[in-house]
């Protein structure tokens, strides 16, 4: 008897349940080699009072599986609820989203017939780090944190993928012509990566063009890598033009953990009635046989779920008069897809799997030591006495031993040079400069005089020089 591997599984809430039972169905008559491990995730777990959404018992379920198949789940509605995929990602440290976007022309409508994208995201750092403060009572701060590990982590990632799944290009998008340190690093490690991977061309973009080269021409595109919050939205975006978000399916990978859902969320008003379409998750779960081995799994899925497409037996989402057969619930589409296991699509491209060699571990570089001076702090005030000039004005006569170089709100110079046109909040960002490498004390000593005059000093930045470079992105005028 073949050997099962066991997977966590998780039915989610609103069509969760129901995609689940139909996805799991197929696997079965497919004849996955499967042991299933069913944990409770989601709404009622929240409305327990866990803020995770996860019991702490499921987590022995994924330690022990290392593969987990999860429907989509509701988060409760208000303040207090930590988002469940996050954690997930972080706690399995599921550093890749992978997310193939793929149109089914002439059976699900699209524009781009030719469409076939892999979008492969920084699943942990960027701003979904989750780093956020309220400094004062108009402003919100979120920190965008980009490393040099997790760059090359994510790039290597991709260019493997590409290697394996013999894609031809892989494309980076960023916006270092504005985020000069964090995009720039990204992009720069981007760089690097390349040159090791001579058999697959490679290219940038900045992300908005980018995003609206993928619109318009995705035939353009075969492999995207971008950090985490661009490959959000823009996986999303990238689905819809295919022809169908409902029809995709995600990968998260780590390199000892994964897990796999559909990238649609959980549908409450259509739970229930037997109407959702069960494809994403499906798609998920062919990427899940894939991952633990059991391609030949996968391929007859697969094969089987695009002849059911080309049936014409259709849920309601890709239905279209002239092209579908019949509208069909999400069981009976399951139904049909059983019924096509062993047959192969005659328009569309059959699908071919093989076994997916484990991507090659590669040491991370490690990044030459540079020397770090201090040669200044960013001090932030909670200030509502006037304008730019009048807090410039009062600062100057605080002598606390350091040069005020400047201020800005919110990004724009307001001292010593503003504009009258310019939005403030309450939120002011104090450059003070030294005239060379400076003590930490010195700063102390600065932000004492400041608090003995009554500021309100929320928050401070130090800035460092590396190897005799600013590592802070300059003032207007700078």
């Not at 697959?200 to 492999?223: C, Q, S």
């Not at 619930?329 to 093989?354: I, S």
Request: with cysteine.
């Amino acid at each position: 008897m073949a050997k099962l591997t066991p997977i966590t599984v998780a039915h989610g809430d609103g069509i969760g349940p129901e995609i689940m039972e139909a996805t799991l169905h197929i696997l079965k008559e497919a004849g996955a080699r499967i042991k299933i491990e069913t944990i409770e995730i989601g709404e009622k777990v929240y409305l327990r009072g866990n803020s995770t959404g996860i019991e702490p018992g499921a987590w022995e379920s994924l330690e022990r599986t290392k593969v987990f198949l999860k429907a989509p789940i509701t988060t409760p509605q208000g303040g207090g609820f930590k988002s469940l995929n996050v954690t997930t990602r972080k706690m399995l440290g599921l550093y890749a989203n992978v997310r193939p976007c793929v149109a089914y022309h002439p059976y699900v409508d699209t524009l781009h017939p030719a469409m076939d994208v892999v979008i492969v995201r920084e699943n942990e750092e960027d701003c979904y780090a989750g780093i956020e403060h309220r400094q004062t009572q108009q402003v919100m701060q979120c920190l965008k944190l980009i490393s040099q590990p997790g760059c090359e982590r994510i790039v290597r990632y991709a260019f493997e993928y590409a290697r394996r799944n013999n894609r031809k290009r892989v494309t980076c998008f960023m916006k270092d012509n504005i985020m000069k340190l964090t995009d720039g690093l990204f992009h720069k490690v981007f760089d690097d990566v390349a040159k090791e991977y001579k058999d697959i061309e490679n290219d940038h973009w900045i992300v908005d063009i980018g995003a609206a080269k993928l619109a318009d021409t995705p035939e353009a595109f075969d492999v995207i890598v971008m950090p985490n919050l661009y490959g959000d939205i823009l996986s999303d975006v990238a689905a819809q033009i295919a022809g169908s978000v409902g029809l995709a399916g995600s990968a998260n990978i780590g390199s000892g953990a994964a897990m796999f859902e559909a990238i649609h969320g959980s549908a409450p008003r259509r739970a229930g009635q037997n109407l959702a379409n069960p494809s994403g998750l499906l798609l998920g779960s062919v990427m899940m046989l894939n991952h633990i081995n059991q391609s030949d799994i996968a391929e007859l899925v697969h094969n089987a779920w695009l002849a059911t497409l080309e049936s014409g037996f259709h849920t309601y989402d890709i239905f279209a008069e002239g092209k579908s057969k019949e509208k069909v619930g999400t069981r009976e589409f399951a139904q049909a897809v059983v019924k096509h296991l062993g047959k192969k699509p005659k328009t569309l491209k059959t699908v071919a799997y093989k076994s997916a060699p484990k991507q090659k571990v590669k040491a991370l570089k490690v990044p030459k030591i540079e020397k770090k001076e201090l040669v200044g702090v960013d001090v932030f005030l909670d200030w509502t006495g006037g304008n730019g000039l009048d807090l410039g004005k009062k600062l100057e006569a605080v002598k606390g031993g350091l040069l005020l170089y400047g201020i800005s709100n919110r990004g724009v110079s307001v001292y010593p040079k503003g504009n009258s046109n310019t939005l403030t909040s309450d939120q002011w960002c104090c450059r003070y400069m030294g005239k060379g490498v400076l003590e930490y004390t010195v700063i102390v000593k600065l932000l004492s005089k400041l608090g003995a005059a009554g500021f309100d000093c929320i928050k401070t930045e130090n800035l460092y020089n590396f190897d005799g470079k600013p590592g802070f992105s300059l003032s207007q005028g700078q």
